[in-house]
């Protein structure tokens, strides 16, 4: 299984201060509604079929492959991975981001082994889940029984914003350039990273240099250094690595928060839903 910042196979999560904040309380039944397993892996699936499609059109002279049930096959190849995929396509190929897939979608269907992503995977799944989530929500408002073929959450819109705030640990692949959601918590680190390469990078020279120099302080690992000097990806990057602690991994988010902060006396995993909350559409996301 992948991990994420907080464990996909759990939606039934309660917070301990729900029941004393009504709008926490809508905020959380809101979240026992999605099914964040489904979401990445459906992301995932679908993304897989489509890149599988070109790359079979590709192999047949840009020609549909005998077989094929794809109806529409674009003029430009590279233009519709670019849109359909816009993270992904900015750093890699179709045939890699293929290998990646192969890989990710094994680690899903494991139960009982949990993988570490890296910006590769990360950045995949993000392209991917926004275009599930986009297809979900068209179905849910033109074509209702159409979208329990997906059934991501209980027949109620998935707020993607809110999804990646709560599920990615990071967004490193999208350091040095404009993110095109908020994701306020998310981004207020790479802000900070790019501030700190700002002021040690001297005219004329790579911001990546300066990335390098201070990547040890702000916990960036090798993938994402290879990742912003558009590298070929190495063959170590495209599976993602056992984690020998299994399922311990998600011990620490249910640690009581000392004293001392703003959220002393709950347990991580409510904090980071409440941080979230003062973030979130509330409004779009409960409205169904």
Not at 43 to 49: E, F, N, R, S, V
């Amino acid at each position: 299984m992948l991990i994420f910042a907080k464990d996909i196979c759990i939606r039934d999560h309660a917070h301990s201060l729900e029941k004393e904040d009504p709008e926490l309380m809508q905020y959380m039944v809101y979240q026992r509604k999605l099914f964040p397993y489904t979401i990445v892996r459906a992301g995932l699936d679908l993304a897989y079929k489509e890149i599988d499609d070109m790359l079979d059109y590709i192999d047949a002279g840009n020609k549909p492959p005998p077989g094929s049930q794809r109806q529409n096959y674009p003029a430009d190849v590279p233009g519709w991975f670019k849109e359909r995929f816009p993270w992904t396509a900015a750093f890699t190929s179709m045939a890699d981001m293929h290998n990646l897939m192969v890989n990710m979608i094994k680690c899903m269907d494991s139960f009982r082994t949990h993988e570490d992503c890296v910006v590769w995977h990360w950045m995949v799944a993000y392209d991917a889940v926004h275009n599930v989530v986009n297809v979900y929500n068209g179905l849910l408002k033109e074509s209702p029984e159409n979208a329990s073929d997906l059934k991501l959450s209980k027949d109620i819109a998935v707020d993607f914003e809110d999804f990646i705030n709560n599920y990615w640990p990071n967004l490193h692949f999208m350091l040095l350039s404009k993110p095109d959601y908020p994701h306020t918590r998310l981004i207020a680190e790479n802000g900070k990273i790019e501030d700190a390469i700002q002021q040690r990078t001297p005219p004329g020279d790579s911001p990546i240099l300066a990335l390098e120099g201070i990547a040890n302080s702000f916990d960036i690992d090798e993938s994402v250094l290879s990742l912003l000097r558009h590298d070929t990806i190495e063959s170590q990057n495209l599976a993602p690595a056992t984690n020998a602690n299994g399922a311990k991994i998600f011990d620490r988010l249910y640690e009581i928060i000392p004293n001392g902060s703003p959220f002393a006396g709950i347990a991580v995993v409510d904090a980071e839903y409440s941080m979230n909350l003062k973030i979130a559409s509330l409004p779009d996301i409960v409205e169904n």
